[in-house]
């Protein structure tokens, strides 16, 4: 049994390495972070890392956080789950139980964050997303997630909201029909959901003429393109992904589509589309949880800081959402004074976060853990450049409607 | 639903087929000779694509002349795939899992270089012509598009000519009827499969980079496309190349009509509702075991003498 | 091939002893998670070896079951239902699929049907992405009454672990598996010696189609939130198929090793080497189909007998690996 002999001690050498107990570091706060780095989220994934990580530079350089007189740092324990919703609740589970971390941040895209959402409640602990905002992660009781971009309905109804503002202005007619395509995921349907809500209570602005989902990642659009082509709408909205927004806008215009808007959930303004489209993307909305353009200075601190940081500037919300939630986990950690999971986790419930960079410029969390800001709705504006269209009050120029 | 969107419907799946025939030839040329199914088509196709993205960036070559660049140079890193890896296969006249997986596993290789040297951003190619179109009327057709299509007919036509008419084309089809018989009769085995996998994999190249024109890709761009070039192939019977362009355009057909016109059913009386959009890749699937059930051997089953090496 | 027989070897009882008593020893939660995960890739691995390794008949489209057996149990379990009643359940649902799978697709030979496999899989994953009932694309999650004890799953994915593992050496020395095994080398000869190939089949897989049910009702319960990009996807039935192939095709421990590699040795690679562990695995594979088709296992053997320095004889192991990987020689056809 020479060759049994070589598997079973192999099994256990194995058993044994894992079974080493992690040195337990005590000048050191662990903050777990789950993004992904390969896969179909990897862009978004990496930015968001970056944010944590230029907040964890900055607190780390001023001192880190004192915890009963003693000034301990910050540090980073990072996992790649490769945008696979398995490993991606695994690995939270590994640093939840076995890395000793205070908290977790992870979770982007909804599907990664609803896999990783099961295991804070189970660990206890605190456990923040900065990249899902799908309402049903949070409406299940947990006490240990918390979101730090609003829900996707409120983006829905928002972009509804800025179209209906702009028939009050004149800009549009009333009753124009609107066709929706979206991306079959949580944060679809929620974004139909939320355009539905406001439609219907506001009654004559608009009527839905076509509800398509298509399947994510899909390459060829076409025949969908020409369905919405016979649904003669006069409002194009579509809830995409990066890659998805890229392809279907491509094909969009291939096919000689027009509409008197187009947009595309929450995406618009990045720099990746910028580049595969060229002048395709112009005047293209988007309902973000953060842009660059906000005339706060802290954020334009944190622009330079970025660049300073990473010889670029941020593309679209994904960083600064992950900026302020290290950043609040962070002060909460502070407030409570310990290490203590379930303290941090309370005082994570009633922090407030001012000087945030989102819109409101105070971050705090809701009863069921999710933030309620509202949105910006950008829109691109030829040659490169973005503007802030709604609100009114942090608007940066006007609305172009109909496109041209 | 017009006169006119109908039109623009059969043209749009028209083209959907040319795309499809070209992105599946190159396994079936594989597959017919070696009796390979080669899963790390999907990785060439996407090396096809980055290689028309560098030589767009770094040379400014237009991507139509990057993806006929790239088949003489997938050519040859085929043949040395080959060389390096897929000669050490058995021949067996039915394909093995080891052939499969050998595939595979390169495949993997080929998609984490691909990671290494390219990064997981989408790229795409964008030239002047990528948003333009031709207007007939009120249909619109992408320029892109119909320069795909273009590439992908004189493709089928170049390679049935070399099947039909070259003594390298002879070698492999009768390779392809009996690979026992063709030794005796003096074709060589090793150098013939040999080359056919480098033509398999020169249009494999060729196909990616074309198909870089109009998607964005990312090392994992295979697995839709593998997918689909099975269903064709099996549809067109897996030995053919005009089984190929029958199977594609039976394919696109089926995928762009199934969303856009109201399907029959039957409720308490006939119904008539459209296939919302998000099940039209189990179209192709459903279509794909259908046809292995009724046709074991794919339509070309049914022509089996006439269509076998069209 | 089939030689371990279970009464003789003191070893399997042995380890089996130790993972029932390890959680005496307090190893932590971590530990544990792996060492669940890994006994269910194991269930997944031994079960997809009796079709394809004992029987020959390489199904890429697994994911189906393991799927079906999530969802069965996450619905079941959320509307109430004990685990312990969900998971047989499920485990009839994918013996029903598998039938409804099995029974056109067995007629087809060579690579129609791995191909009818695939487009099988792929067409349920689609199709369970928009079907209401089981939430769409957006996922289903499991509600499980009372707090979350690691125990339980850890038992119960060891039990039936243990259970394959068992079933899987039963049916290697048993008459049904001489006719497997007979299927695979020459399906026709065997029918003229009285097998049924056909029924023999179809019955093989539906045992495989249970385990992997239940190991994917096993996994629903713990991760209590699924969507059919995860369970029913491409990647996963790959995966179910690369551990007895890379562990080692045919026998019954390979698919063991091929388990404990993607258990516990694939989360350490993603972690240290996130970014070139494709490679490493597609090499590892290039290289066990090269150089060695008995898998790791049938390296092992060549180390031991190296080790002991014995005369090289015929591997017992071997022939079969390389039956199912390479076909029958190529002199046959099919």
Redesign the interface.
Known sequence: ????????SI?LI??AL??A?PLLAQDTINIGVVMP??GREAKPGLYQKEGIELAIKQINGAGGITIKGKKLQLKEIF??D?S????S???T??AM??DNVVAVIGGYS??LG??E??MPD??QTPWITAGAA?T?IFS?GYKYTFGTLSPVVLLGSTTAEFLGSLVDQGKLKKGLKIALVVE???HG?DYVNGINEWIGKHPGYFTVVLTE?F??GGTDFSALLQKVKTARADIFLSDAHLQDYITMQRQYLQAGLHHQMISYGARGPESDARKALGAGTDYILAALWWSDRLPYPQVQKFVNDYKAMYNRPPDSWYAATAYDSMRILAQAIQAAGTLDKTKVRDQLAKAQLKGSLLPGMVLSYGPNGQAGYSFLVTQNKPGDKVDIVYPKDAATGPAVAPMP | MTAVDYLSLVISALLLAGIYAAMAVGMTVI?GVM?I?NLAHAGFLMLGAYFAYEMYERFHIDPILGAVIALPAFFLFGMAVYWV?VR?L?????????S???M??????????A??VWGNTAYSIFTPRSLASVHIGEISISKDKLIVFTAAVISLVLLQFIFNRSWFGRSMRSLIQNPYAAKIVGVDDQRTSMLSFGLGTAFAGFAGALLAMLYPFTPDFG?PFL?RS??II?LGG?ESISGVALGALILALLETFSINIPLPWYWHGWNFSYL?A??Q??VS??L??VV??VL??GFAGLFEKKWRVA | MFG?RIGK?V?PWL?FGVLLLLPAAH?????M??LF?TALWITCSVAWNLLGGFAGQ?SFGFAVFYGLGAYTSALLINAGISPYLAFPVAALVAVLASFLVGL??F??????F???T???G??TR??M??LPITG????L?V?EPGP?RQLDHYYTAIIVMALAVALSAWIANSKFGLALRAIKQDQDAAADVGVNPYTSKLWVHAIAAALTAIAGGA?ARY???I?P??VFA??TS?TILLMP?IGGIGTV?GPV?GG?IFG??E?EL??NF??????L??????LI??FE?GGL?GL??R???L??SKPRREDPGSPDAEQ????S??AQ??
């Not at chain 3, 007629?107 to 129609?112: H, Q, V, W």
């Not at chain 3, 695995?281 to 290039?286: A, K, Q, V």
């Not at chain 3, 199912?324 to 076909?327: D, T």
């Open positions: 049994m020479n060759d049994k002999f070589f598997r079973i099994c194995l058993l894992l079974g107990v780095m390969t996992y790649d490769g696979d919703s398995a490993k609740a695994a690995l589970e590994r139980s076995s909804t599907a609803e896999a959402s099961v189970r660990y799908a049903s299940k079959n995921t949580d349907v989902k399947d994510l | 597959y009796k199914v890896l050490w058995p021949k067996s006249d039915t394909p093995t899992l080891a499969l997986l050998l595979f596993g390169f495949w993997q290789v080929l998609q984490n270089v990671y290494l697995p997918l099975f269903v099996v897996l919302p998000s099940y890749p189990a699937f459903v794909l075991v292995l059930l074991p051997k | 371990f070897n070893v380890l190893p932590g939660n971590n530990l998670r792996l995960g390489v056109p697709t007629r087809l030979r060579g690579p129609y791995v191909i009818a695939i487009g099988v792929e067409a689609v199709i992405n928009n769409g694309a957006s996922g999650r509600i979350f996994y991760h209590a939130f969507y990009g995860d491409f990647q790959i192939v421990w090793l404990v516990i040795v989360e993603v972690v996130p970014n070139i562990h494709l490679l695995y597609g090499s590892l594979l290039i189909i090269l088709p296992l092992l053997r180390l031991s007998r080790v002991r199912v990987l390479w076909g020689g190529g056809g099919h």
